[in-house]
């Protein structure tokens, strides 16, 4: 609250001329913001901030826009810094309950990328129930935040309710018309669908998606929809198709400076040949993935993978002792993120390690350890 005290009220003779020009050039930026260039987004915004700042409205756009850019580029605490001034500008009697939501939904966001799902999908239904609440409320704030609570079931594991905020999300794009927020949604529903075992209707749903965002231009959505469709066309069998939709994801996250979505292309891709019998080529991908998450807390379980892919293919080209060292590391980055699922994936790996090693006791307990902790029941 603080800092909505100390920032100074509009000068009351701005010169129009002045106000135009700026809210040009923050339009500008905001547009780099929604291209998915963040890096050039971020530089314009903080150049535009000195002109801005003494304008509450120009301000609270600037800071929003900077947040997202911030957030996408892996700096989450400058984003989460950026949204409580955000927030402490949005307390002042000028702005709406519609732009207080409009906070509460990136500060969702930032805490789904901290791996803090339930957190998030706190500050998400918030940030519904506010924007409903507010005098005229906003549809694509509220497709916006389905959409991303979606993801938060998604990473719970409660499949159901994901599909019911995909199906929402989608509604909401429909009724105000927003292709864009109806990309992502669809991208969503993709996933949904394919841990619904839905392969063909998921495999729809991601070419719908691609189809959008290749129209809006956005190499970062690109490239992660890519990356799933290379991912559900290899589980469809055509391994040709996958490798080639995935080459196209790294190329296109590369172009974009996505080095997370380009990690993540990387991993795929590093997936299907060790799944086809190329173990070094699949190492070799991991290896530059680990280089390029290092210091991404934000793709902490994309980390994880990476170091388990290069477990898995030492372990198939028979050097188990090695295999073992780099299991220790993913099973570190998986305890940070939380997942069971991905951890029993290591405690199987390591099972089958030991297994090889000759200490089958010691296998015997790690595959019932991976077992038991994927029970929903335990008692």
Known sequence: MAAAATLPELPPLTPLALVRSDDGALAAAEALVAGGRHAEAAEALRELWADIRHDPALAFRQRLALSWAELYRGEL???????????????SPRFDAADRAEVLFRQGCV???????????????RALDLN???PQPRQRLAARAHE?????????????????????????????????????????????????????????????????????GNGVAVARVLNNLGG???????????EASLLEAIETAADAGADGEFAQALNSLAQVYLRTGRPAESRARSLRAIELLQNRSDFLEEYGN?????????????????????LDRAEEAFVLVGSTSRLATVWVER???????????????????????????HF
Do not use: K, N
């Not at 805490?111 to 239904?125: N, Y």
């Not at 495999?203 to 959008?212: D, F, M, T, V």
């Not at 559900?232 to 996958?242: C, H, R």
């Not at 297994?355 to 010691?362: E, F, K």
């Open 148 to 216: 991303w609570r979606a993801r938060c079931r998604i990473f719970q594991r409660d499949v159901d309710a994901a599909a019911r905020d995909v199906e929402r999300a989608l509604e909401l794009a429909a009724a105000c018309g927003d292709r864009e927020v109806e990309s992502h949604a669809l991208f969503q529903a993709s996933i949904v669908a394919e841990r619904q075992e839905q392969l063909l209707m998921a495999r729809c749903y991601a070419e719908q998606a691609l189809s959008l965002q290749r129209d809006f």
């Open 77 to 91: 605490d400058e984003a989460a810094s950026l949204l409580e001034h955000a927030d402490a500008i949005a307390q």
């Open 132 to 134: 409903d609440r507010a």
């Open 306 to 326: 990476a170091l388990l892919l290069v477990a898995q293919s030492l372990h198939v080209e028979g050097e188990p002792s090695a295999a073992a060292e780099w």
């Open 232 to 242: 559900l066309t290899f589980l469809m069998g055509d391994v040709e198709a996958a």
């Open 351 to 377: 099972a089958d390690v030991a297994r090889t090693l000759g200490d089958v006791d010691a296998a015997a307990e790690l595959y019932r350890q991976a077992a038991t902790s994927l029970q929903d029941l």
């Open 111 to 125: 805490a789904f990328s901290r791996m803090q799902p339930a957190e998030a999908s706190a500050l998400l239904t």
